[in-house]
Each structure stands twice: as structure tokens, then as C-alpha cells.
């Protein structure tokens, strides 16, 4: 369903970024298995103590699944051989149930962003002097090859710049809101003027 109101647009922005946040957790929990992957196959880091392997993630799982589809019995279990073949049914079977949870949170995301229209949005960057954003794709973020982590101001959907600007006061992006002032308004103020679900370290609260 289409959202033509302001408060129907804040929630389907809350149902978008919970599911946002849903998906980033699982696929966190997904990636997390590869380094175990890497492990029981002997992989060794590119780097000592290192998290990056040469092979690659698809490589990895090839490799894996080539393991576990060997019959037991030819198993050479003086070199823990068996140890292996079960520690990877067991990774590559959450892999698969994590994956499963991913594809459908990702299927869930597309429905509700075909549902939007283009209504305004805002974006809180997550550290104690962030700034609030109209986009995640400001030209003053996501610098030097480093993602920047933001917090969905959902409270500001379909809100105009000059609302915005009033409420976040120095905290708005001068790029996004080329109204927003510089200096004027005290840190506390400002944090005092973002919503309740803002923590003031930019986070929000569960």
C-alpha cells in the first residue's frame, strides 16, 4: 500500500529500517561463519592473525561442500578428517538457514521500496557529533573507503528541509540543508531537539 500521509510514511520508514536492520544482522551473522570455513579447511590468512584469505567466499563454499559430499567411510580419521566433515555439515547447514533468512528480509525490503515515492528521509551519522543527513550518499560521508554507519531519523520522514533544520539545528548537514546553521545552537540543545529514540552517543534505543 502507497503511504499519502505523513504519519503512515514514518511507519512504513520504521518498517523499512527495522527490516534493514534485521537483514544487516543476518547477513552479519552468514559472513561469520566463513572465517570457520576457512579454518577447517586449512585455509591460512594472506596476513599472520590476519581475516583475509586468498581464497574467496564462493571458492571456500565449492571447496566445502566438495568435503562433505565424500562418503564417510573414506574418511582418514588419524587426520581429524571426521572432526572436519562434521564441523562443515554443521556450518554449511546454518550457512543455508542464515542464507534463507536473508533471502526473505531482502524479498521484504523490495516490497517496501517499491511501496516508496520519494518522500523525504533522514539519516543520522552514529557517533557524538554526527550530523543529520537527507540521504546516506552525502558527498560528506563514506570517505576514504570507509562505510559511514548512520541511525534512520524515521521521526523526520516527509518532513521539509525548514522543519528539519529547526528541529536538528547544527546537527543538520549544511550539503543537505544548505539552510542549516553553522553555529548557533549549543550542542545540548541541539540533542535535545533530535526525537526520543535518539541516545546521545547517535544511536537508537532499542
Not at 534485521?22 to 599472520?48: F, I
Not at 565449492?62 to 556450518?91: C, I, P, Q, S, W
Not at 552525502?138 to 522543519?163: I, L, M, Y
Request: aromatic share 8%; with cysteine.
Amino acid at each position: 500500500m502507497i503511504a499519502t500521509t505523513t504519519a503512515a510514511r514514518i511507519a512504513h520508514d520504521e518498517a523499512t529500517a527495522a527490516a534493514f536492520a534485521e537483514l544487516s544482522k543476518w547477513t552479519g551473522y552468514r559472513n561469520g561463519l566463513v572465517k570457520g570455513l576457512h579454518r577447517d579447511l586449512g585455509h591460512q590468512p594472506t596476513v599472520r592473525y590476519g581475516s583475509t584469505y586468498r581464497q574467496s567466499v564462493e571458492d571456500t563454499l565449492a571447496e566445502a561442500e566438495a568435503f562433505v559430499a565424500r562418503d564417510e567411510a573414506t574418511l582418514d580419521r588419524a587426520k581429524g578428517e571426521a572432526m572436519t566433515y562434521h564441523r562443515l555439515n554443521d556450518t554449511l547447514a546454518l550457512w543455508a538457514k542464515y542464507g534463507a533468512k536473508v533471502e526473505e528480509l531482502t524479498l521484504a525490503l523490495a516490497a517496501l521500496d517499491a511501496e516508496y515515492t520519494g518522500w523525504t528521509r533522514a539519516f543520522l551519522v552514529t557517533n557524538s557529533n554526527g550530523h543529520v543527513h537527507s540521504s546516506m550518499n552525502c558527498s560528506t560521508c563514506n570517505r576514504n573507503g570507509k562505510a559511514t554507519t548512520f541511525a534512520w531519523v524515521t521521526d523526520f520522514s516527509d518532513h521539509d528541509e525548514a522543519q528539519i533544520v529547526a528541529a536538528a539545528g547544527w546537527r543538520a548537514c549544511t550539503v543537505c540543508y544548505p539552510t542549516a546553521p553553522v553555529v548557533g545552537m549549543t550542542a545540548k540543545a541541539a540533542k535535545a531537539a533530535l526525537p526520543s529514540t535518539i541516545k546521545n552517543d547517535g544511536s537508537i534505543k532499542a
